[in-house]
């Protein structure tokens, strides 16, 4: 094998330094960037919230239904599912008193008078989202996770074929159009349909994001982009989720305070150059040598004549067009990569699942919601930041190992909390947390790591794709939750362990440079099943890679 120059890039740009000022920018720009990523995905807790609500009284167009309502003994009951929010006693001609029989009662024939206590309005307000139509709540919300589906799948063809930066502006700007116009919607099938695409731009905005900082950096920065850079961004977005909605009760101005801050991006086009590797996969050396001259100048260090030179690039530039041209089946090309991409999917899948069911399940904790949504992402936050501190102390199958574990076990022990204990079900539900957002943002990392640039965001957006149907499903889990509270904390305790278990099968890539090449991709640890004997006569099983067809 030769030595190619895209398994040497970090080598090659090492002259620019790790942190210098344009590393810096490129990390500020970008984590920044992930900010509205970071509340629209879970802006559905406040804008699609089931308020307290009841049935209105057939005369509550000449008297307030409140007051009806009081006058002749009707008692609110505080679920969103339950008998009093669904139906009425039936009542005489006059209106005045209960019909015979404590049993006797109908549907909700008048609509529903809703609480305006937390805000003044839902979409679950504005259309009647509750009792027989309340189905369209978690639907609504799952669509945005189809969305974001769709998204992870095209945006990585996308980002490969046409580049990081193009696509990275478009979902922008897609993300933050899809918003405003979302705020003038007049049903719940238009608020449905663009939540689609809102979610389509979201996720690929952020891995585009993700991908184009990966790639610009080097190692040591690159990691501490990832965790400290762009999952924070990412978590300081959901926190200013709560603060937004406690001052916005409408969930219209809601969406455009979220919308608004993505045309703040529109001018930093001109400071995110696209990656220098994807241009040299491309072809395009001169391209590239730009990119990083113009890093050297902003660090003021001088660069060499010629950057990258013919030998160098000659692995990476195929002379073939067609072989220049990536496509998804790559992702099952070689044994090395499908086993990774198999592995991956099972689980983001799970990751997201959990991830996203215990943060949508804010609004469905004891006390008040805003307080639990700003702790939910608060622990998002300290996580990132304690992930950071520990990413290069221990091997990375081993740390997402534990992470999920932990979870697994503290969401199953929910199990054992008796009924009457609301409080301690809501601290192992927040406690779990911990686990699964440290291992959310540090599958990222790892599969950044994990991926050759030549399909890195094609793989990248197949696993957020697997991720997304974790989330889809995640929304049906909660509701299922009326019928069973426990129910869900099983299944999300019972899927991060088992994603635990099959994630000490990947190969540890600390410390290790970051694979350009489908030959490079790293081999998946194999333990009793296998003798080392039997291992080390594989092709593909050591750093040496041989291409497996």
Same mark, same amino acid.
């Given at each position: 094998?030769?030595?190619?120059?895209?398994?040497?890039?970090?080598?090659?740009?090492?002259?620019?330094?790790?942190?210098?000022?344009?590393?810096? #920018?490129?990390?500020?720009l970008l984590s920044v960037s992930t900010m509205p990523a970071g509340y629209m995905g879970v802006i559905v807790v406040f804008v699609?919230?089931?308020?307290?609500?009841?049935?209105?009284?057939?005369?509550?167009?000449?008297?307030?239904?409140?007051?009806?309502?009081?006058?002749?003994?009707?008692?609110?009951?505080?679920?969103?599912? !339950?008998?009093?929010?669904?139906?009425?006693?039936?009542?005489?001609?006059?209106?005045?008193?209960? &019909?015979?029989?404590?049993?006797?009662?109908?549907?909700?024939?008048?609509?529903?008078?809703?609480?305006?206590?937390?805000?003044?309005?839902?979409?679950?307000?504005?259309?009647?989202?509750?009792?027989?139509?309340?189905?369209?709540?978690?639907?609504?919300?799952?669509?945005?996770?189809?969305?974001?589906?769709?998204?992870?799948?095209?945006?990585?063809?996308?980002?490969?074929?046409?580049?990081?930066?193009? %696509?990275?502006?478009?979902?922008?700007?897609?993300?933050?159009?899809? +918003?405003?116009?979302?705020? *003038?919607?007049?049903?719940?099938?238009?608020?449905?349909? =663009?939540?689609?695409?809102?979610?389509?731009?979201?996720?690929?905005?952020?891995?585009?994001?993700?991908?184009?900082?990966?790639?610009?950096?080097?190692?040591?920065?690159?990691?501490?982009?990832?965790?400290?850079?762009?999952? #924070? @961004?990412? /978590?300081?977005?959901? +926190?200013?989720?709560?603060?937004?909605?406690?001052?916005?009760?409408?969930?219209?101005?809601?969406?455009?305070?979220?919308?608004?801050? /993505?045309?703040?991006?529109?001018?930093?086009?001109?400071?995110?150059?696209?990656?220098?590797?994807?241009?040299?996969?491309?072809?395009?050396?001169?391209?590239?040598? =730009?990119?990083?001259?113009?890093?050297?100048?902003?660090?003021?260090?001088?660069?060499?004549?010629?950057?990258?030179?013919?030998?160098?690039?000659?692995?990476?530039?195929?002379?073939?067009?067609?072989?220049? *041209?990536?496509?998804?089946?790559?992702?099952?090309?070689?044994?090395?990569?499908?086993?990774? *991409?198999?592995?991956?999917?099972?689980?983001?899948?799970?990751?997201?699942? %959990?991830?996203? !069911?215990?943060?949508?399940?804010?609004?469905n904790l004891h006390g008040n919601i805003y307080l639990n949504c700003f702790i939910s992402a608060a622990i998002d936050i300290v996580v990132y930041v304690a992930t950071w501190l520990l990413i290069d102390r221990a091997p990375r199958p081993t740390l997402l190992f534990?992470?999920?574990?932990?979870? !697994?076990?503290?969401?199953?022990?929910?199990?054992?909390?008796?009924?009457?204990?609301?409080?301690?079900?809501?601290?192992? &539900? =927040?406690?779990?947390?911990?686990?699964?957002?440290?291992?959310?943002?540090?599958?990222?990392?790892?599969?950044?790591?994990?991926?050759?640039?030549?399909?890195?965001?094609?793989?990248?957006?197949?696993?957020?794709?697997? @991720?997304?149907? !974790?989330?889809?499903?995640?929304?049906?889990?909660?509701?299922?939750?009326?019928?069973?509270?426990?129910?869900?904390?099983?299944?999300?305790?019972?899927?991060?362990?088992?994603?635990?278990?099959?994630?000490?099968?990947?190969?540890?890539?600390?410390?290790?440079?970051?694979?350009?090449?489908?030959?490079?991709?790293?081999?998946?640890?194999?333990?009793?099943?296998?003798?080392?004997?039997?291992?080390?006569?594989?092709?593909?099983? *050591?750093?040496?890679?041989?291409?497996?067809?």
């Open positions: 094998m030769s030595n190619g120059k895209i398994r040497d890039f970090d080598e090659i740009t090492s002259f620019l330094g790790d942190y210098g000022l344009f590393q810096i #920018l490129i990390m500020v699609s919230d089931t308020p307290e609500h009841y049935c209105r009284s057939p005369n509550s167009s000449s008297r307030n239904g409140t007051e009806w309502e009081q006058e002749n003994g009707f008692h609110y009951r505080g679920s969103w599912m !339950g008998p009093g929010s669904c139906s009425r006693y039936k009542l005489n001609e006059n209106w005045t008193e209960k &019909a015979a029989g404590f049993n006797d009662t109908e549907q909700c024939l008048d609509g529903w008078v809703f609480s305006t206590d937390k805000y003044t309005a839902t979409i679950v307000s504005e259309w009647d989202l509750v009792c027989d139509n309340a189905w369209k709540v978690p639907f609504s919300t799952s669509f945005f996770f189809v969305g974001a589906l769709i998204g992870s799948f095209i945006s990585g063809h996308l980002s490969d074929r046409f580049g990081r930066k193009p %696509v990275f502006f478009f979902t922008m700007i897609l993300q933050t159009v899809t +918003a405003l116009i979302q705020v *003038t919607s007049v049903s719940w099938v238009m608020f449905t349909i =663009l939540n689609c695409l809102r979610g389509l731009g979201q996720i690929s905005n952020f891995i585009a994001s993700l991908v184009l900082g990966s790639e610009i950096l080097s190692k040591s920065a690159r990691v501490t982009y990832i965790l400290l850079g762009h999952s #924070l @961004g990412f /978590g300081f977005g959901y +926190a200013l989720l709560p603060l937004f909605a406690y001052f916005i009760r409408g969930w219209r101005m809601l969406l455009v305070a979220a919308a608004l801050p /993505g045309f703040l991006f529109i001018p930093t086009w001109c400071l995110i150059p696209e990656s220098p590797r994807w241009l040299l996969q491309k072809g395009r050396v001169e391209e590239a040598e =730009l990119v990083i001259r113009k890093a050297a100048q902003w660090n003021r260090v001088p660069a060499p004549e010629v950057i990258f030179r013919a030998g160098d690039c000659l692995e990476l530039m195929n002379k073939d067009e067609e072989e220049q *041209t990536y496509t998804y089946m790559d992702l099952m090309r070689t044994h090395n990569i499908r086993n990774i *991409t198999i592995l991956g999917v099972f689980i983001w899948i799970s990751v997201a699942m %959990v991830y996203y !069911g215990l943060s949508l399940n804010s609004s534990t992470t999920l574990m932990f979870c !697994g076990i503290m969401l199953l022990v929910i199990k054992l909390v008796p009924e009457d204990m609301p409080i301690m079900v809501q601290v192992l &539900a =927040l406690v779990g947390k911990i686990g699964v957002s440290a291992a959310y943002c540090f599958i990222y990392v790892f599969f950044t790591e994990l991926m050759p640039t030549v399909v890195r965001n094609m793989g990248l957006g197949i696993c957020a794709t697997a @991720g997304r149907i !974790g989330a889809i499903i995640c929304p049906y889990l909660l509701y299922m939750g009326l019928y069973s509270k426990i129910l869900p904390y099983i299944i999300f305790g019972t899927a991060s362990i088992m994603a635990a278990a099959v994630s000490m099968l990947l190969p540890d890539t600390r410390n290790s440079k970051l694979p350009d090449l489908l030959i490079q991709t790293k081999h998946i640890r194999r333990f009793s099943c296998c003798s080392k004997e039997t291992l080390s006569t594989r092709p593909d099983a *050591t750093e040496g890679f041989k291409e497996v067809n």
